[in-house]
């Protein structure tokens, strides 16, 4: 039976406790997250970091303290952003992967307005530099697409040698100053993907459910987390990050397809184990 990959996203650089209130924020908690999400079926933790007053950081220190506690619990494969913070210099995005050198890392494969209030910076000479460091260290990019623009730079970059052919996609539907969450949109950007690409797709906010169950209808992987939706249904907050794993795994199931476990990810995508 076909698998399928759970990633969950735990935190993000901007949801707050206000929001809600089972965002976790410190590496305690995060840690403690990740494991019931494990528990829950995720075989992928993509992490962010945030400082003692809640932002989003680079922080080599709390990715490490993170990390650290996670392997005390569980075998999740770990994927650590690279953009945790918008005012974050080219080194200490790349710092936290030299030290740690996780399975996975994010890889944005591209410039965008951001939320129609900032830019998103990843400048030609980072993604080469950014690339280049990932191959070396053996961690695989996990290719962040937020329009149809990215794949064909990320297609570049594997022409180029920077990155490794066919690359992991990660299809990021509805941010502000990206494309928006349509099935139909998801459609389009998974006919862009190399043909023998593994990829995996989101949906932010409140089309989080569609493009889930398109995404699981197309043969992709899934990601699901408070980073990316806050709410479980219209009206009424997601309990846990746990429970939006408990559901893509039943949602997994129903399509007649397994789960996969952290060993099975880092199988079907070519991963080291830590």
Request: hydrophobic residues 45%.
């Given at each position: 039976?076909?698998?399928?990959?759970?990633?969950?996203?735990?935190?993000?650089?901007?949801?707050?406790?206000?929001?809600?209130?089972?965002?976790?924020?410190?590496?305690?908690?995060?840690?403690?997250?990740?494991?019931?999400?494990?528990?829950?079926?995720?075989?992928?933790?993509?992490?962010?970091?945030?400082?003692?007053?809640?932002?989003?950081?680079?922080?080599?220190?709390?990715?490490?303290?993170?990390?650290?506690?996670?392997?005390?619990?569980?075998?999740?494969?770990?994927?650590?952003?690279?953009?945790?913070?918008?005012?974050?210099?080219?080194?200490?995005?790349?710092?936290?992967?030299?030290?740690?050198?996780?399975?996975?890392a994010s890889y944005d494969a591209g410039t965008m307005n951001w939320m129609?209030?900032?830019?998103?910076?990843?400048?030609?000479?980072?993604?080469?530099?950014?690339?280049?460091?990932?191959?070396?260290?053996?961690?695989?990019?996990?290719?962040?697409?937020?329009?149809?623009?990215?794949?064909?730079?990320?297609?570049?970059?594997?022409?180029?040698?920077?990155?490794?052919?066919?690359?992991?996609?990660?299809?990021?539907?509805?941010?502000?100053?990206?494309?928006?969450?349509?099935?139909?949109?998801?459609?389009?950007?998974?006919?862009?993907?190399?043909?023998?690409?593994?990829?995996?797709?989101?949906?932010?906010?409140?089309?989080?459910?569609?493009?889930?169950?398109?995404?699981?209808?197309?043969?992709?992987?899934?990601?699901?987390?408070?980073?990316?939706?806050?709410?479980?249904?219209?009206g009424r907050l997601a309990k846990s990050n746990a429970e939006m794993v408990?559901?893509?795994?039943?949602?997994?199931?129903?399509?007649?397809?397994?789960?996969?476990?952290?060993?099975?990810?880092?199988?079907?995508?070519?991963?080291?184990?830590?």
């Amino acid at each position: 039976m076909a698998k399928t990959i759970v990633t969950v996203a735990t935190t993000g650089a901007w949801p707050t406790k206000e929001n809600n209130p089972a965002i976790p924020l410190t590496p305690k908690e995060i840690a403690e997250d990740v494991y019931e999400c494990w528990q829950a079926g995720a075989a992928i933790a993509h992490l962010h970091m945030r400082d003692a007053e809640g932002k989003g950081t680079m922080s080599a220190d709390l990715f490490a303290e993170t990390v650290g506690l996670i392997r005390e619990k569980c075998d999740i494969a770990l994927n650590l952003t690279t953009s945790g913070d918008l005012n974050a210099t080219d080194d200490t995005r790349i710092e936290h992967l030299v030290r740690l050198r996780p399975e996975l890392a994010s890889y944005d494969a591209g410039t965008m307005n951001w939320m129609h209030q900032t830019i998103f910076l990843n400048h030609p000479a980072f993604l080469e530099r950014l690339g280049r460091t990932m191959t070396e260290l053996d961690i695989l990019p996990e290719i962040e697409i937020f329009d149809g623009g990215m794949i064909y730079n990320a297609l570049h970059y594997i022409k180029q040698g920077v990155l490794k052919a066919p690359g992991y996609y990660q299809l990021v539907l509805g941010a502000a100053g990206g494309m928006a969450a349509t099935v139909e949109n998801l459609v389009f950007l998974k006919s862009l993907l190399p043909a023998e690409a593994n990829w995996s797709a989101l949906g932010i906010g409140a089309r989080h459910l569609p493009i889930l169950f398109a995404t699981i209808a197309l043969g992709g992987n899934v990601r699901v987390g408070l980073e990316d939706n806050v709410y479980y249904a219209k009206g009424r907050l997601a309990k846990s990050n746990a429970e939006m794993v408990e559901r893509a795994v039943r949602l997994v199931h129903e399509a007649d397809r397994e789960h996969a476990s952290p060993d099975d990810a880092r199988e079907i995508l070519g991963l080291r184990h830590p």
